[in-house]
Structures are given as C-alpha cells and as structure tokens.
T-cell receptor, first 115, second 111 residues
Framework: DAGVIQSPRHEVTEMGQEVTLRCKPI?????LFWYRQTMMRGLELLIY????????DSGMPEDRFSAKMPNASFSTLKIQPSEPRDSAVYFC?????????????FGPGTRLTVL | DAKTTQPPSMDCAEGRAANLPCNHS???????VYWYRQIHSQGPQYIIH???NNETNEMASLIITEDRKSSTLILPHATLRDTAVYYC????????????FGTGTRLQVTL
C-alpha cells in the first residue's frame, strides 16, 4: 500500500497567486481530512469529508480557502489568493471508516511558502 | 472531547523503556484514548488506542488506569528513531472525527 500521497511536496509562490494542493487517500478509505501545521498554532483540522461529502469545514480560515473531493481517490485544497500567513505544512489524512473509529493515516505533507 | 495534559518533554536512554504519561481527568465513558506521534518533518503516525482495557501492539503498550483519568504509553525498548513528539488525544468516536492535537510530549532518545 502506497499510503496517502500528497503533491507537491514543496511549493513556493508569491503573494496573490493561486495555490492548489493535492491528495490521494488510501484506497478504500471513506474519510479524508486536511490539516495545517504552523509553529504558532500547531496542528489544526481545516476540513474533513466522509464519502466525498464535506462534513465539517469550520476550521477553514476564510473564503480564500476551498476544498473539493470530486471522487473517492482525489481531493484538492485551494488557496486563492495566497498570503504570506498561509505559509505552513499542509497534511492530508484518510481514515478507513468514520463509523468504526478515528485511526487516521497521514501523508507526508506539502510545505507551502508564500513570499 | 476531554482535554489532555502531557509533560512538554522527556528524555530516555536508548534500549530502555519510555513511559509517557497523559492526564485526562474529564474523560467520559464513551471516549477513547488515542496516541499519535510525529517524527520531525513527517506526518503524524497512529500508534495505539484504547477505551478501558490495556492494549498492546507491535509498536507500544497503552496502560489506562481503572478510573480512566490517566494513561501511559510505553515504548518497551526505545531507539533513536523513536525521537518524536507524542500526542495523547481523547475523542468520542461516535460523533465527530476531529482529532485535536495539543502540544504533546517531545521525547528525546539518547545514546
């Protein structure tokens, strides 16, 4: 099993540009989560999906952030326009079955730097 | 979900057992104790979880007190690769799936 796959691993962009982060969950997993990690705020949940449907997006910082899951094997997190304060490591995680528990498997993360 | 309290840091000699404590005095009956760890520059990794019985897997053991107000994660023979931040999380798996990561315990394994 390849685990959760995220791309790109590193992204450097300029303020105002659109950024798209991608995630491929583990095959067969029903839930997908997007987290952000910074030194100041630690690891925060942004949004999670169950069976491709967004369940809770209360952690999404503002309208500049959007997430989609068009099918069970792919999700995107988009920031438009990006700002320097969005610089962080963004993790995607998937879980086998929300109803059975919350063991989440994390990807390697995307390190985003907004200049 | 119940809040947890962990020491900010601990040291352990390689080959010795690492015992990481966690207090969760407000835990309710249907809440589980989960442990994750994060090795530098990697995503968090699931270790183990339990409700009220002690649990063991290939990575660690979890000891939960009878009143469930505290628990201890045990790494029986710590290695340098176990150096990481360890997070204790209490969650009701019957409701939301939100993992709330606190500041955790930074475990440093030394030679």
């Amino acid at each position: 099993d390849a685990g959760v796959i995220q791309s790109p691993r590193h992204e450097v962009t300029e303020m105002g540009q659109e950024v798209t982060l991608r995630c491929k969950p583990i095959s067969g997993h029903n839930s997908l989560f997007w987290y952000r990690q910074t030194m100041m705020r630690g690891l925060e949940l942004l949004i999670y999906f169950n069976n491709n449907v967004p369940i809770d997006d209360s952690g999404m910082p503002e309208d500049r952030f959007s997430a989609k899951m068009p099918n069970a094997s792919f999700s995107t997190l988009k920031i438009q326009p990006s700002e320097p304060r969005d610089s962080a490591v963004y993790f995607c995680a998937s879980s086998p079955d929300r109803a059975r528990g919350d063991t989440q498997y994390f990807g390697p993360g995307t390190r985003l730097t907004v200049l | 979900d119940a809040k947890t309290t962990q020491p900010p840091s601990m040291d352990c000699a390689e080959g010795r057992a690492a015992n990481l404590p966690c207090n969760h005095s407000t835990i309710s009956g249907n809440e589980y104790v989960y442990w994750y760890r994060q090795i530098h520059s990697q995503g968090p990794q699931y270790i183990i979880h339990g409700l009220k019985n002690n649990e063991t897997n290939e990575m660690a053991s979890l000891i939960i007190t009878e009143d469930r107000k505290s628990s201890t994660l045990i790494l029986p023979h710590a290695t340098l690769r176990d150096t990481a931040v360890y997070y204790c999380i209490v969650i009701n798996t019957g409701t939301a799936s939100k993992l709330t990561f606190g500041t955790g315990t930074r475990l440093q394994v030394t030679l």
